[in-house]
């Protein structure tokens, strides 16, 4: 199937795309590929992309793909996260876009209410719609932060007003366009992707649970935070960077506490990259706008500690929090 793509299979212009990449995952994306062939909606795409799958992927698979609704492509050398998204948006057709990750699953009727309120609602100029999801080993919500249906403004979204994970279905030309992820860039890229997409265009939250997330099979959803984090230091630097460059004075101007929590983290990774001085200014920087305790005692270690050592912290404190929010969602 190398470089397979079965898109003349199907017919032209979905209503949804379903946008799936997957990358040796083999136990784990059937669960993902039924959960959207079973929708109780039909007039959709499932887009796949195999983003160089090394394990039986294709094998497991395989009697999934020769679903007319579903366009597979794999591709031929593993060109990361961001890369393979750009690769699937490139691909898809469908009004509406939904991006779900290989170890996830949709309830039956997700898109039949993703299909609805955009009926209702993109009348009145509403490009993207946020819903729930839920944990799938707790049962609890994922994200936080909103639970009353209503309009989302840019800002909201700016200042980091929600946490966790919520699902969020954009209007493919009215919202994303030729927006496209940058694949040099790690972690945060999703939130630039996402305010260039709400910038000047309507967002509406439906309380509605559309999708399962699975954390707990054998690995984090993210990976081991020394194989995620701090093997691209230098990535996630790129990535606050640009976002303080192009989003830096909106932030501060309305929301001084984000702008400062955002400084005190390229502070904290240029520590951890061994730029220190410049880590210590932005630190400083940072406790203008939101004073904390953390933070402080960060610049204080790096006049205490190398470079090696300060990773190790980290590494431990990573592990502190994983095990903390793991226990959290059980009780």
């Known amino acids: ?9 199907f017919k032209k212009e979905p209503k949804i795309s379903v946008m799936l990449l997957t990358y040796n995952r083999a136990k784990l994306v059937p669960r993902a590929i039924k ?49 393979g998204i750009n690769e699937i948006l490139d691909m898809v057709s469908g009004r509406y876009i939904i991006n779900m990750a ?3 699953e949709l309830l039956p009727d997700a898109l039949q209410t993703i299909s609805e309120n955009f009926d209702r609602l993109a009348p009145k100029g509403v490009k993207i719609l946020w819903f729930d999801c839920i944990d799938a080993e707790s049962g609890k919500y994922s994200g936080s932060g909103i639970r009353k249906e ?16 919520y699902q969020v279905v954009m209007d493919r030309v009215g919202a994303i366009g030729n927006n496209r992820f940058d694949p040099n ?25 559309i999708e399962k997330l699975y954390r707990e099979h054998g690995e984090s959803r993210i ?17 606050i960077n640009s976002f303080l460059k192009k989003y830096g004075d ?25 730029d220190k001085k410049e880590g210590r ?36 404190v990573l592990k502190i929090k994983k095990m903390t929010i793991f226990f959290y969602r059980l009780f």
């Open 1 to 9: 199937m190398e470089g397979q793509n079965n898109a003349q299979n």
């Open 35 to 83: 959960s959207v062939l079973s929708q109780t909606f039909k007039d959709f795409e499932l887009v796949i992309v195999n983003n160089a799958a090394e394990d039986n992927t294709e094998e497991v698979i395989g009697p999934l793909l020769k679903d007319p609704r579903v366009v597979y492509k794999k591709l031929d050398k593993n060109i990361g996260p961001f890369g």
């Open 102 to 104: 290989d170890d996830d």
């Open 150 to 165: 209503g309009y989302i403004s840019y800002e909201d979204y700016l200042c980091n007003r929600f946490q966790g994970d």
């Open 185 to 209: 860039y790690w972690g945060g890229m999703t939130t630039v992707f996402n305010l260039m997409c709400h910038k000047n265009n309507k967002a509406y939250y439906i309380p509605k649970v």
């Open 223 to 239: 990976s081991m935070p020394e194989t995620s984090l701090l093997n691209h230091i230098p990535k996630i630097i790129l990535t």
């Open 250 to 274: 909106e932030t501060k101007k309305l929301c001084p506490k984000c702008y400062g929590q955002r400084l005190a983290s390229l502070g904290f990774y240029q520590i951890l990259n061994g």
């Open 281 to 316: 200014n932005n630190i400083l920087k940072s406790l203008g706008f939101h004073f904390s305790i953390i933070h402080f005692f960060v610049f204080i270690f790096s006049f205490i500690f190398n470079k090696k050592q300060i990773k190790i912290f980290y590494t431990i």
